[in-house]
């Protein structure tokens, strides 16, 4: 994590514009990249980069390891010529501010099938070479996604626990014939990783080319419906005869919520998991740090403690809450003193909002993971809010919001006459620039050693720009950006920002 002040952007890729309905790994990430690099960012942040299910979350992907398929550039397909020119001439006519998830599949799906055709028929015997490196690279988590997803299409995307007993068993005689009978999906599926990883690798090494370095996300969780749980569960709390979760994921009662949330994961075996001196969570690093350079750990403190409701099974899912649950200890400490001997140097900051406790505090600052400061969350109560910029410590990102919140437009049009007064009073003023802006300015000035701004804020949008509402099922990740709107002159302003207040990089000749 960055020892000297520097700054970033938090833009998630389906947020690029484009002609195919969703941002992607083409030419508009690479002029992003440009954006940053010209502003005198260091940093870009992205949510997780997974293949969605239901609700097109991020945070609820089919494998914590594998990319989107969405986010494959038809363009780049082409250029490899495993695309024709003509088939990508007509494209339908997406909305350019939002991405239609239904309609982008539709369109996509077939040409994705074309160009993995096309190569298996087509591609030279060094691409050929590389892909099968690849698959053999990937292979601890890539054979059983492909086969998961497989077998997912062909029982019409049913979840994994409602499959035939002996596919969710893993009888090793179905496997067998289902990887004869499903030959032909399961190399499609892989395809599309090795097509994903190539493109965000070339993407990648543009980025570091130009002193951008990437920010992942691991959420602490992965969906009960995923490869990642049907492959290994014994690493979950699952009753042993259905394979729902004997324990579930979520929040107790707060301010913000009585009865909490639900989140719908079943929680860690972490006494199994130690038992195996955290195999899976250890490869679920080192195979992050295959494509990014720093991790944020969404929801820390599950590491420390982690609230568990056991469900009632008389009562339908809509109906149940997290009310009944009890906090568990977790071997945070055990299990990242062993990361740390296995991977050395850990590039990890840590999601420590909501409600944190001194014990998540020492283990956050035990191994000197940077925390998060959200400027939103600064004006709602007294001069002690730990959110207010006189009350950091270096090690800390500062963000002016994050994916969950509204833009800072949005959250400043929606106060109450009283907090927007406590705003105004500890600005001095809003400056006729926009309120986004003097947040800007506050985030860059602040002493924390990262300050990270959603593109959202940079182009001073509403809240009908906003990327998620927690608690809303669908609707959500759906926002984009238009061809342009990151020019010339945003960017100059950006960097004459940085330099003001001491984010701008280094000269090359500085740097040791």
Request: proline residues 6%; charged residues 25%; contains cysteine.
């Amino acid at each position: 994590m960055p020892t000297t002040r520097a700054s970033g952007i938090l833009l998630h890729p389906t947020s690029l514009p484009g002609r195919f309905g969703i941002g992607d790994l083409g030419q508009e990430a690479y002029w992003f990249i440009d954006f940053l690099a010209g502003s005198g960012q260091q940093y870009w942040q992205v949510l997780p980069l997974g293949p969605t299910g239901f609700g097109d979350s991020p945070y609820m992907c089919y494998s914590a390891l594998a990319g989107n398929p969405l986010l494959i550039s038809l363009e780049v397909l082409r250029q490899e010529g495993f695309l024709a020119d003509e088939q990508l001439w007509h494209v339908p006519e997406f909305r350019s501010d939002r991405v239609e998830y239904d309609k982008v599949k539709t369109y996509k799906r077939p040409l994705l099938e074309s160009a993995c055709a096309n190569f298996q028929a087509s591609a030279s015997a060094e691409q050929k070479t590389r892909f099968a490196e690849f698959c053999t690279r990937k292979a601890e988590w890539l054979d059983d996604y492909a086969l998961y997803m497989a077998l997912k299409e062909a029982n019409e995307g049913k979840s994994w626990f409602d499959w035939a007993p002996d596919l969710v068993t893993r009888s090793p005689t179905a496997f067998e014939q289902t990887r004869q009978e499903l030959h032909g999906a399961i190399e499609f599926h892989k395809f599309l990783q090795f097509a994903f990883f190539s493109q965000w690798s070339n993407l990648k090494y543009y980025a570091n080319d130009r002193g951008i370095e990437i920010i992942g996300d691991i959420p602490i969780y992965v969906a009960h419906d995923s490869a990642d749980v049907w492959a290994n569960p014994d690493n979950f709390c699952l009753d042993k005869e259905t394979y729902q979760p004997a324990l579930m994921a979520g929040v107790p009662p707060d301010y913000f919520s009585a009865t909490g949330q639900l989140w719908g994961n079943p929680v860690y075996d972490w006494e199994h998991l130690q038992k195996t001196d955290f195999k899976w969570w250890i490869q679920r690093f080192d195979a992050m740090l295959d494509y990014v350079d720093i991790i944020r750990i969404d929801h820390f403190r599950g590491f420390e403690s982690f609230w568990a409701v056991e469900l009632d099974p008389d009562l339908e899912l809509e109906q149940r809450t997290a009310e009944k649950g009890e906090w568990v200890e977790a071997p945070g400490q055990a299990f990242f003193e062993r990361l740390r001997a296995k991977l050395g140097r850990l590039p990890i900051l840590a999601e420590d909002l909501g409600v944190i406790t001194p014990e998540v505090e020492a283990l956050r600052d035990y191994f000197e993971f940077p925390g998060m400061k959200i400027l939103q969350f600064a004006f709602g109560s007294d001069p002690a809010n730990p959110f207010l910029p006189f009350n950091y410590d270096r090690n800390y990102v500062v963000y002016t919001g994050t994916h969950d919140n509204d833009t800072t437009v949005g959250w400043f049009e929606s106060r109450e006459d009283w907090e927007r007064d406590a705003i105004v009073r500890y600005l001095g003023h809003v400056s006729p620039d926009g309120i986004h802006w003097d947040l800007i300015r506050l985030a860059y000035s602040s002493i924390a050693n990262l300050a990270i701004l959603p593109v959202q804020d940079i182009l001073g949008l509403g809240t009908d720009a906003r990327m998620n509402f927690p608690g809303k099922a669908e609707g959500n990740w759906a926002w984009r950006y238009w061809s342009g709107a990151l020019n010339h002159e945003l960017g100059d302003r950006l960097r004459s920002l940085v330099q003001t207040f001491g984010r701008a990089p280094l000269p090359k000749d500085s740097e040791e």
